[in-house]
């Protein structure tokens, strides 16, 4: 027999405090919320505005991730177009080391602030965190490598489409599709079991 949740409304006094930044970010979240919510008679539960801010810093971290990867691919493509190395797979070798870049700091900020997987592992074994990443590398070598490098290749071969252009382009579907994996499958496992851990410590 299952047992519901009880329902916990969401208060401007349950808002972290201990980042002045990611505070000010909550407070306009909560009170955007709140807003929409009372146009349909609803009260904004503490699991739905922190469903939502799990997207919000979500979002946060791959917009960065995706300045990190973006930066690094036009630096690597300027190099090598600057001294001819490989002009005919010059891009794509930029998008590799964009990857490489990206995954690893993707990886940590994913990891440590937004499904709080860092706190979970503290006192277990050195390592255990190495799961998590091999399920996201695998996610991001998908998204990355075949969808993303197969994009490419579409839209510089046959749409010839500046090489600077087309990654900007590969974000309307790479972006999405990394949330979705990383959200239900990268990280799903361990989430799902935090959550029913720490709803009996409540009990």
Same mark, same amino acid.
């Given at each position: 027999?299952?047992?519901?949740?009880?329902?916990?409304?969401?208060?401007?006094?349950?808002?972290?405090?201990?980042?002045?930044?990611?505070?000010?970010?909550? *407070?306009?979240?909560?009170?955007?919320?709140?807003?929409?919510? +009372?146009?349909?008679?609803?009260?904004?539960?503490?699991?739905?505005?922190?469903?939502?801010?799990?997207? $919000?810093?979500? +979002?946060?971290?791959?917009?960065?991730?995706?300045?990190?990867?973006? $930066?690094?691919?036009?630096?690597?493509?300027?190099?090598?177009?600057?001294?001819?190395?490989?002009?005919?797979?010059?891009?794509?070798?930029?998008?590799?080391?964009?990857?490489?870049?990206?995954?690893?700091?993707?990886?940590?900020?994913?990891?440590?602030? $937004?499904?709080?997987?860092?706190?979970?592992?503290?006192?277990?074994?050195?390592?255990?965190?190495?799961?998590?990443?091999?399920?996201?590398?695998?996610?991001?070598?998908?998204? +990355?490598?075949?969808?993303?490098?197969? *994009? *490419?290749?579409?839209? $510089?071969?046959?749409?010839?489409?500046?090489?600077?252009?087309?990654?900007?382009?590969?974000?309307?579907?790479?972006?999405?599709?990394?949330?979705?994996?990383?959200?239900?499958?990268?990280?799903?496992?361990?989430?799902?079991?935090?959550?029913?851990?720490?709803?009996?410590?409540?009990?």
């Amino acid at each position: 027999m299952s047992i519901s949740r009880p329902r916990v409304i969401m208060t401007k006094a349950d808002i972290n405090k201990d980042n002045k930044i990611w505070y000010l970010i909550s *407070l306009i979240c909560f009170y955007i919320l709140r807003f929409f919510f +009372g146009l349909f008679h609803k009260e904004l539960t503490k699991k739905s505005f922190d469903a939502f801010m799990q997207f $919000v810093k979500f +979002g946060i971290v791959g917009l960065s991730n995706t300045i990190i990867s973006y $930066v690094t691919y036009t630096i690597s493509l300027y190099l090598f177009q600057e001294n001819n190395v490989l002009p005919n797979i010059d891009y794509l070798i930029s998008s590799v080391v964009g990857f490489i870049f990206s995954i690893i700091w993707s990886f940590y900020w994913n990891y440590k602030k $937004v499904f709080n997987h860092n706190e979970v592992h503290a006192e277990k074994k050195r390592g255990s965190w190495i799961p998590e990443f091999i399920k996201m590398l695998i996610s991001y070598a998908f998204t +990355g490598f075949i969808v993303g490098n197969g *994009l *490419l290749i579409l839209w $510089v071969r046959v749409a010839k489409i500046s090489k600077y252009i087309a990654p900007l382009i590969n974000l309307i579907i790479i972006i999405p599709l990394n949330f979705v994996i990383n959200k239900f499958w990268a990280f799903k496992k361990t989430s799902d079991r935090d959550n029913k851990k720490n709803y009996r410590h409540m009990r």
